[in-house]
């Protein structure tokens, strides 16, 4: 049996962790409203592109000057699987579930004999891919520094595809990422960045004009468009990841104050058998006397 | 004066949404102006100043990278970025003037360079101004 003091200390630490996990679920709660808010900022803009290119692509029929971005290369062996993930822990299985999915893909792409390449935003999603697929991560973006995510973020990280996949390091390319549904639900999802896929849309094919011409702008708009995507699964990721965070702390909570009520009773009972112990003592001391 | 609908999208916000009379756009082919009833039209925007003219008077911003879709609906501008003229600090002219030479130097085809060419005179032309004060 534990001592007293023993008891003691270990309730104290529990609460002081308690105390810990509480705050952190009220401060992802806030950080979350900031970040539900900004993905929705963004949403305008992603809409109206999306919009706009399909628009454009529709119209395009597939030749030699088509932009590769929009058409491919017309090879499918080479795939960089771009895995956004958070920078920091204590979030629940938000990290696992997207390398999880993204490593089954990987896993089904290489049976089918085809190369794949990771590029990682995140250095969580780092550390657990490079235990298995130590040779194949090509870069890692560490967002760690960045205090709110701009689009500029977004940016380098498309700068950086749009180059390797003009060395021809890779075919397709897909991207990794946590679509926030609700705060107890995120899920991973994947979605093909190049060749660039848009929704075909029915009827309201209004005649535009175009100025510069529309091979000129669709080879203007799809770079910028893989920002916006980047973008938006940035934003996305940051929503789940606090919203992750804010269960995964409340859980912690809750499991803590259980513990808490468990050790206290257990001390309060080793108190009482205590100083009936030492009752007894005193009595059978007296009487023998 | 017959008004429209304007919006001014960038990928972190919505900056400007209502019914306006005028819109001067800066176009990479050449400066705009788009009216109520305009014909559908999109257009890639270069590093300029964008001019909305409402009830209010005229409003000027600061746009750089995107396009402008007029449909008949009214008129959409999606910039990445977008800043009111007022705001602009001659740190970031010295920044876009800074970014502008780099991309020129390392512009592989014309296109990447006339935008950066005209970020140069833009920031080149805003400096002095901004220094007097």
């Known amino acids: 049996m534990a001592s007293l003091k023993e008891l003691r200390n270990r309730i104290a630490s529990v609460k002081a962790t308690q105390k810990i996990t509480k705050a952190m679920q009220m401060v992802a709660a806030a950080k979350l409203r900031r970040a539900q808010t900004m993905a929705e900022a963004a949403r305008p803009f992603a809409e109206r592109m999306d919009a706009v290119l399909g628009n454009l692509a529709s119209g395009v029929t597939v030749s030699a000057d088509t932009p590769l971005l929009l058409a491919g290369t017309g090879k499918d062996e080479k795939h960089l699987l771009l895995v956004c993930t958070s920078e920091r822990g204590l979030c629940g299985a938000f990290n696992t579930q997207i390398v999880r999915f993204a490593r089954e893909r990987a896993y089904a792409l290489m049976a089918q004999g085809k190369d794949v390449k990771f590029f990682c935003v995140g250095r969580k999603g780092y550390d657990q891919l490079r235990r298995t697929f130590p040779n194949q991560i090509v870069e890692l973006v560490d967002l760690r520094a960045v205090r709110t995510l701009g689009f500029v973020n977004a940016q380098d990280i498309a700068e950086k595809i749009i180059a390797r996949f003009n060395a021809g390091e890779f075919d397709v390319c897909t991207l990794f990422f946590s679509h926030f549904k609700s705060v107890i639900s995120q899920i991973p999802t994947a979605q093909q960045l190049i060749p660039a896929t848009f929704e075909e849309k029915a009827g309201e094919a209004s005649t535009y004009d175009y100025e510069p011409d529309e091979g000129e702008i669709l080879a203007d708009l799809l770079p910028r468009n893989l920002a916006v995507q980047v973008f938006r699964a940035l934003l996305e990721n940051q929503a789940s990841f606090y919203g992750s965070q804010m269960s995964a702390m409340d859980n912690a909570t809750r499991n803590a104050g259980e513990m808490i009520k468990k050790q206290t009773l257990i001390y309060n009972r080793t108190r009482q058998a205590m100083i009936t112990k030492e009752l007894i003592e005193i009595i059978s001391g007296a009487e023998a006397l | ?133």
């Open chain 2, 1 to 133: 004066m017959a008004t429209f609908p304007f919006e001014l999208v960038s990928p972190e916000k919505l900056l400007f949404s209502g019914q306006v009379q005028e819109v001067g756009v800066p176009g990479s082919e050449g400066d705009f102006g788009v009216m109520a009833g305009h014909a559908p039209f999109i257009a890639t925007l270069r590093p300029g100043i964008l001019t909305i003219h409402a009830d209010g008077g005229a409003k000027r911003l600061f746009v750089r990278g995107g396009f402008a879709e007029v449909n008949p609906t009214g008129l959409t501008v999606l910039a990445e970025r977008a800043v009111p003229v007022e705001e602009i600090k001659p740190e970031m002219l010295r920044q876009l003037i800074k970014d502008a030479q780099e991309d020129i130097a390392g512009a592989g085809h014309s296109g990447a360079g006339r935008s950066a060419a005209a970020a140069l005179r833009l920031g080149v032309r805003y400096r002095p101004v901004r220094s007097e004060k």
